[in-house]
């Protein structure tokens, strides 16, 4: 696999643009044809089209549409305003209208080749109870190369600014990836005494140290050198875009790894998908259609802030051995004391096992135990951790009532 590889899917994706938006032109005549003996052809062919206008990924971030949240009977504006940006990413900001003050929240979102955006779930549930940021990572794709490269010092750095831009002692709630830079982020703050270190800190199915029950995921990562995973996986970005020659591990790459691990999942639910349309169960497509909207959509990683996570985070553990760096400096976590710490893990989770996460509590020595808490949900995997039914009904509240009592 050649670096040149993304110039030619990219051509691809270029070159089918007339299949896809025909089929999707059709399918939107086809929707106007009246009801009537020709249903179930027309169903069949809708199917097929819609299957068609869905053949490749899309590179740009979906809308949030997170525009009101209801809470108890009262339904409240919600604005996405940028709070603050650089050339990599913004401080979203998530501003309701007319309520009273409350905790003020980052959510710090995974870049791991999918928007920001999927953590939409939570950031709604967030909103409840918090005024909540989110960290909406930029599409390296978009970013020209004379900003420079983007490491992962770079990412630690970033969640350090955007934090103090909250003001004093906000809250962190990391999800997955970024969990060891959010750990190293407030291990540094804290020795620092920065007026907005947070208060609490919420690790959620994250990869603190991944030798505990490794993953297949896991398992990847260490199977190869180093080396191997630059020369097999980094591509240039295609001239066509903005961030033309930058160096990738291109975000379709990724989606192809996560499919492949449930392949069989992924089928099922796309010939049900086309099973729906054709019956007319709008409904019930909908819903399988909403969600690979959201998992297609494709962003990139910087080549230099892919390579140093395989090589810290899943290949040489470096936080958990106590030899993380950040800026030619030592993380500590043990150095952390006035901060609550909340992880949660998930019991079915096939990509950070059960332990990984749990491992940040044994290396924050300087918590006391009243300050520490940790959930183990029973049931769910590892999006289930974050979204969906357990999320909202039983992790959330454990989460929320955490916060507020280490406000």
Same mark, same amino acid.
């Given at each position: ?8 899917? +990219?051509?691809? /994706?270029? *070159?089918?643009? !007339? =299949?896809?938006?025909?089929? $999707?032109?059709? %399918? ?73 003050? +409350?905790?003020? /929240?980052? *959510?710090?979102? !995974? =870049?791991?080749?999918?928007? $920001?955006?999927? %953590? ?82 919420? =690790? ?204």
């Amino acid at each position: 696999m050649g670096p040149r590889l993304y110039q030619a899917v +990219q051509n691809h /994706v270029d *070159l089918t643009v !007339p =299949l896809r938006t025909g089929a $999707a032109s059709t %399918l939107k005549s086809l929707q106007l044809v009246p009801q009537g003996a020709s249903d179930a052809l027309v169903g069949r062919l809708s199917a097929a089209l819609e299957l068609i206008s869905r053949s490749a990924p899309t590179f740009t971030r979906p809308a949030f549409g997170i525009d009101s949240i209801t809470v108890g009977d009262r339904e409240i504006a919600v604005t996405e305003e940028i709070a603050y940006a650089t050339p990599f990413g913004s401080l979203l900001h998530f501003r309701k209208e007319n309520v009273p003050e +409350q905790p003020r /929240v980052l *959510l710090v979102a !995974p =870049l791991s080749g999918h928007f $920001a955006t999927l %953590l939409r779930a939570t950031a709604r549930t967030l909103l409840q109870d918090h005024d909540v940021y989110i960290t909406d990572w930029h599409n390296p794709r978009d970013i020209p190369l004379r900003e420079g490269r983007f490491g992962l010092d770079d990412y630690t750095e970033h969640l350090i600014d955007f934090l103090a831009k909250l003001g004093p002692r906000p809250h962190m709630v990391a999800i997955c990836q970024p969990s060891v830079s959010a750990l190293a982020a407030a291990a540094i703050m804290h020795e620092d005494n920065h007026p907005s270190r947070p208060a609490t800190l919420t =690790l959620m199915a994250g990869p603190i140290d991944t030798r505990i029950q490794p993953t297949q995921v896991n398992a990847l990562a260490t199977s190869k050198p180093l080396a191997w995973f630059e020369r097999n996986l980094i591509n240039y970005v295609p001239v066509q875009c903005r961030g033309a020659y930058r160096k990738v591990y291109p975000g379709f790459l990724q989606l192809t790894a996560f499919v492949s691990m449930n392949l069989d999942r992924h089928v099922k639910q796309h010939l049900a998908l086309a099973d729906h349309i054709a019956k007319g169960e709008k409904d019930k497509a909908e819903t399988i259609a909403n969600f690979y909207d959201e998992y297609f959509a494709v962003m990139d990683l910087p080549a230099e802030f892919y390579l140093e996570t395989v090589r810290d985070v899943f290949q040489e553990h470096l936080l958990p051995q106590g030899r993380l760096m950040h800026r030619g400096r030592a993380v500590n976590p043990g150095a952390i004391s006035d901060m609550g710490l909340m992880t949660v893990e998930g019991e079915n989770d096939d990509i950070c096992s059960i332990g990984q996460t749990l491992a940040a509590q044994h290396l924050c020595t300087g918590i006391s135990d009243d300050r520490r808490v940790h959930h183990l949900q029973t049931g769910a995997g590892h999006f289930g951790v974050f979204s969906g039914k357990r999320w909202s009904n039983e992790i959330y509240p454990q989460l929320r009532d955490f916060v507020q009592v280490n406000s």
